[in-house]
């Protein structure tokens, strides 16, 4: 499901409403980001289980390379880490909105560490296995350890337009024709919550014209069936 076919779904319903006054395509997607990261948040607390829809692969990215000259986290002067500021992630328990941070080729795999103990580990040039290392979260920032020139990640981006994709080895900015990082049920309660939230628009006057409408709809379509299969 794109995100074009989203904003379709609600500037179409929207008119059905008799409501012909322009729509900022930004603020929608603004909107559909927000509710998006909502109900992830809210997903994930009731199952502990992260949908693959819900991830993007950031495409390689260079570390910045920092000591203790560089960056005041850095705390010992023998200490080599790689920097990298991500988009803003969705917050969800123990920092998961961040999946996995890798290395070049996805050869190293990162794991999670408290800083402080990420630190300590590269003072005392702890061994590890040549394919692990590790990463701590501050802020936006992400360090890691051992440094190396590139890095990957998979996330759960706030706004999905700020993450850039690879497609026929070239990368490029998301556009509103590119499949929506969420789950289709995700998706539908989105637009429900933008038509009766923010637009305004009561709840039986979206279900109406959701019945009424399901030859002019792409995604709330569906929305009816499940309504029928339910008994609804």
């Known amino acids: 499901m794109t995100i074009e076919e989203a904003i379709y779904d609600i500037i179409e319903i929207k008119d059905a409403f008799g409501d012909d006054s322009d729509l900022d395509e930004m603020f929608l997607l603004q909107k559909l980001n927000s509710y998006r990261a909502l109900l992830i948040n809210a997903q994930y607390q009731l199952t502990a289980h992260i949908d693959y829809t819900w991830l993007q692969r950031h495409p390689q990215f260079i570390w910045e390379k920092v000591t203790a000259a560089d960056d005041p ?54 061994e590890r296995h040549p394919r692990h290392g590790y990463y701590s979260k501050v802020g936006d920032v992400i360090y890691s350890f051992p440094y190396e020139m590139y890095g990957q990640a998979i996330l759960i981006a706030e706004n999905p337009m700020d993450v ?45 014209i959701i019945n009424d409408s399901q030859e002019q709809l792409k995604i709330m379509k569906d929305v009816a069936k499940q309504n029928a299969g339910s008994g609804g």
Do not use: W
């Open 73 to 126: 986290h850095v705390t010992n002067s023998s200490i080599t880490l790689g920097k990298y500021k991500l988009p803003k992630i969705v917050s969800l328990p123990e920092d998961l909105g961040l999946y996995q941070v890798m290395g070049s080729g996805a050869i190293r795999l990162y794991s999670k560490d408290d800083l402080a103990v990420m630190l300590m580990r590269a003072e005392i040039q702890e």
């Open 164 to 208: 850039p994709m690879i497609e026929n080895n070239v990368q490029r900015s998301l556009t509103f024709a590119d499949e929506y990082p969420a789950d289709p049920a995700i998706i539908q309660q989105c637009i429900l919550q933008i038509l009766t939230k923010d637009l305004k628009i009561s709840d039986e006057a979206v279900s109406d």
